[in-house]
T-cell receptor, first 107, second 113 residues
Framework: KNEVEQSPQNLTAQEGEFITINCSYS?????LHWLQQHPGGGIVSLFMLSSGKKKHGRLIATINIQEKHSSLHITASHPRDSAVYICAVRGTDKLIFGTGTRLQVFP | DAGITQSPRHKVTETGTPVTLRCHQTENHRYMYWYRQDPGHGLRLIHYSYGVKDTDKGEVSDGYSVSRSKTEDFLLTLESATSSQTSVYFC????????????FGPGTRLLVL
């Protein structure tokens, strides 16, 4: 069993829909990261969080340490949000990555 | 943009040949990482460095070696390339205001025939 599991693996949405991507992990962590990988391949860090909630524009990330679960929400989704979203957890000084959620948003 | 470049960006090579990938950073970060990305797997750590001449293995280090003789350069060498090493390779550094954000290079697509 992978130490970091993401769901769903693939997600399609219509423009304007509210999107939720989930991440569950089985190890003790010091922080959790959400990353975005564009269709061209570049990887960008979106959030790093160790408790509570963070918001940046239309993106919201939450984490529940007791339940070992995090969610990434996208409000008012747009075709430019189409990407692979990757969850990663930090144990000691290394990251363990999920396999990603591929999101496609159609106009 | 954390000033990370990778070279080459694309490479085709033959089984058994040595290959060296270069990661270059311009901002003097201490930690540098090499990952590989394959379908069905998350990014997997090959090797990392925590300073000049200080390196350590990741989870998929077999068949790879690294060197860091200068702060700004982290080299990944496939000693004798195999088809199983066909992958996309990403370099990353650790930085940002928290010191914990990972910034990734643009990636190198390697095809081993």
């Amino acid at each position: 069993k992978n130490e970091v599991e993401q769901s769903p693996q693939n997600l399609t949405a219509q423009e304007g829909e509210f999107i939720t991507i989930n991440c569950s992990y089985s190890v003790g962590i010091s922080a959790l990261h959400w990353l975005q990988q564009h269709p061209g391949g570049g990887i960008v860090s979106l959030f790093m969080l160790s408790s509570g909630k963070k918001k940046h524009g239309r993106l919201i990330a939450t984490i529940n340490i007791q339940e070992k679960h995090s969610s990434l929400h996208i409000t008012a989704s747009h075709p430019r949000d189409s990407a692979v979203y990757i969850c990663a957890v930090r144990g000691t000084d290394k990251l363990i990555f999920g396999t990603g959620t591929r999101l496609q948003v159609f106009p | 943009d954390a000033g990370i470049t990778q070279s080459p960006r694309h490479k085709v090579t033959e089984t058994g040949t040595p290959v060296t990938l270069r990661c270059h950073q311009t901002e003097n970060h201490r930690y540098m990482y090499w990952y590989r990305q394959d379908p069905g797997h998350g990014l997997r750590l090959i090797h990392y460095s925590y300073g000049v001449k200080d390196t350590d293995k990741g989870e998929v280090s077999d068949g790879y070696s690294v060197s860091r003789s200068k702060t700004e350069d982290f080299l990944l060498t496939l000693e004798s390339a195999t088809s199983s090493q066909t992958s996309v390779y990403f370099c990353a550094i650790k930085g940002g205001s928290s010191g914990e954000t990972q910034y990734f290079g643009p990636g190198t697509r390697l095809l081993v025939l």
